[in-house]
């Protein structure tokens, strides 16, 4: 049969090619089942941090799939989680995204998983380790006014918690800053701080606990308060327990709230720069003095501002020199 010395040729041919394709497609980090590149910042993070996870993978199976990411601790029960958006897509088809998570305060030292997650299950996964951390713990004892505040059932403040939850779990796709945040004013002054572990006395003498999700600075009532970063105004209204309130969007499913505002200076859907006035600090709401509580959500989490001024959250170029492929 003289078609025998051809298939002999194609079969070498074929042998010379798998190694060439495979070392090509390793070069471009993809295993041939179509595998992803993975990268998380920072990959020590402590209780509170923010962390980015970058991922590139084909731009044709990024869009078949609704992506998230998912933070397991050892025992592998879910921490917390986030989906990706978009940064770039290259003319050879792959797909920059990334997706910012944070590290409950509550989250025990410890290796932990960064597991990438479509509708078919992991696509892919990574370890980190979550270092420790203390917080502060404090008593606060409540007058009348702000006991029946935090106790008495009330259908409004159930209906502000909702909207408040539906604002801040959402993931937008507008990346308005990629740059540090600063804090929203000048005084160093703090009053309580991210993460303290809140004991409420009630004026019946009962007790109960929460966990500082901001930081308090105890600020004069009129002081000027300032947008953090640029972004859009997403609530600027009064809440019955946080009182005048403002949150702005800064990048997919990172927000930051200014609470127990005297007045407000913006209006929802209006853009800001950061520095731009957000209002002037008080004491309208749950408040046992005039301060500006500050706090930043990523993925409806708390965040500790400070790592959030400390670091860009969105650094691209870091993003992309950590990429490593994962399985
Ligand atoms: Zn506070």
Known sequence: MSSYPDARRRQRARIFLIPVLWVAMSILGFAQDGGIRLAAIPEDPRPGDPVTVGLAMMAATARDTNLRVVLLNAQG??????????????KDGTSLMAAILAVPSTARP?????????GSGSMGTMNITIGSRDFVS??????????NLRTLPDPKKTAEANTLWAILSRTGTEVYTA????????STRRTSFFGDRRVFKYVDGSRD??????IDYGVPTGTEVRACAPGKVVLARSRI?????????????VYSLYYHLDKIAVSEGSLVLGGDLVGQSGSTGLATGPHLHWEIRVAGENTDPDACVAHAILDKDAIVSKLIPVH
Not at 78 to 90: C, Y
Request: hydrophobic share 35%; glycine share 6%; no cysteine.
């Open 77 to 90: 029960q879910r921490l917390s989680r986030a989906s990706f958006f978009n940064l770039t897509t290259d």
């Open 110 to 118: 410890g290796s932990a998983v960064i597991s990438v997650e479509s």
């Open 138 to 147: 404090e008593e606060i004892a409540l007058d009348q006014d702000n006991t």
């Open 179 to 186: 740059e540090s945040f600063k804090s929203p004013v000048t």
């Open 209 to 214: 606990t929460s966990i500082h999700a901001g």
């Open 241 to 253: 327990v946080t009182g005048n309130s403002v949150i702005i969007e800064h990048l997919p499913g």
